[in-house]
C-alpha cells in the first residue's frame, strides 16, 4: 500500500470552502423552488447515529488503492473512520466539530488538534458539518438562500441567483426522495472542479441513506477519483469512539 497518508486518500476530494448565505423570501423565489426546498428539507437526516462498513476505491495518476473502512457517526457530535488493508488495520480518524484526531501505523504519525491539518491537506477550509453532510447525501452549503430550479434529466437542478465570486455551486435533488443526486462546485480560476455524484441510495427503516457516493476532483495536474460503497448500514444503536494514539508515534506538524 502506498504511504501517502491515508487522511489524504480519505478526504483529498472534498474541496469545499466556506460561504456565507441569505435567508430566502417568497418575493425572489416561485412556488416550485419554495416546495422543492422544503422537500430537501423535510428528507433531512434525523437519526441519532449510523455505522457502516465502506469499501473505497481510491485513484489518481500514480496510484489506486482500495481500503475498507468502518464508520460510525453521532450525527453533529463525532465522526470516527477506522481503516484496512488486506485485513491490516491502517489508520483512524476521530473528528468532532472543534478537534481532529488521526494517527496511522505505516509511517507512526499522528495529530491531535483542529481544522487546521484538514484545511492544510484540503487547501481549502472545511467544518464539521460540510464532511459530515458529504456522508448523509446532503448539501456542503445552507440551501437557504435564493436559487432557481429547473428539471435536469431525472433530477431537479437548483442554481443561486447569484453565485459566489469564488466558485459556482449547482445541485440536483431527486424529486422521488429528494436527497441529493448530486452537487458540483466548480472553481473557475483556479481551474478545479469537485462533483459528488449520489449514485444510488438504500431505503433503511423509511430513511434513504446513501449505497454509493463518486467523487471526482478534476485540478490542473491532476484528477482524483473516489467511489465509496455502504454496506451493512445501521441506525440509532449504541456505539463507541474510541481513539487512543500509539505510544513512540511522531507528531504530525504544521508549519
Request: charged share 25%; aromatic share 10%; with cysteine.
Amino acid at each position: 500500500m502506498n504511504k501517502k497518508p491515508l487522511l489524504l486518500v480519505l478526504l483529498i476530494t472534498l474541496l469545499v470552502s466556506s460561504c456565507k448565505t441569505t435567508k430566502p423570501t417568497l418575493s425572489t423565489m416561485n412556488h416550485a423552488t419554495v416546495k422543492l426546498l422544503k422537500e430537501y428539507d423535510n428528507s433531512i437526516f434525523s437519526e441519532k447515529t449510523v455505522q457502516a462498513k465502506i469499501k473505497l476505491d481510491y485513484q489518481d495518476p500514480k496510484q489506486s488503492q482500495r481500503v475498507t473502512i468502518r464508520l460510525r457517526m453521532k450525527k453533529d457530535e463525532v465522526i470516527w473512520m477506522s481503516a484496512s488493508f488486506l485485513g491490516f488495520p491502517v489508520a483512524k480518524v476521530k473528528i468532532t466539530p472543534t478537534k481532529v484526531q488521526y494517527y496511522e501505523k505505516i509511517k507512526k504519525t499522528y495529530f491531535d488538534g483542529d481544522f487546521s491539518l484538514l484545511s492544510s491537506v484540503l487547501g481549502r477550509e472545511i467544518n464539521f458539518q460540510q464532511l459530515q453532510n458529504i456522508f448523509l447525501g446532503q448539501s456542503l452549503m445552507s440551501l437557504n438562500s435564493q436559487f432557481t430550479s429547473e428539471t435536469d434529466g431525472k433530477s431537479l437542478k437548483l442554481t443561486p441567483k447569484n453565485q459566489d465570486e469564488l466558485f459556482d455551486i449547482f445541485y440536483w435533488i431527486n424529486p422521488s426522495h429528494f436527497k441529493l443526486d448530486k452537487q458540483e462546485i466548480n472553481a473557475t480560476k483556479e481551474k478545479q472542479i469537485l462533483t459528488i455524484d449520489y449514485t444510488a441510495y438504500q431505503n433503511i427503516s423509511n430513511t434513504y441513506f446513501p449505497k454509493t457516493i463518486v467523487i471526482d476532483a478534476i485540478q490542473p495536474k491532476q484528477t482524483t477519483h473516489l467511489e465509496m460503497d455502504f454496506r451493512n448500514v445501521e441506525f440509532n444503536t449504541n456505539l463507541k469512539y474510541t481513539f487512543n494514539i500509539p505510544s513512540g508515534y511522531k507528531e504530525i506538524k504544521l508549519k
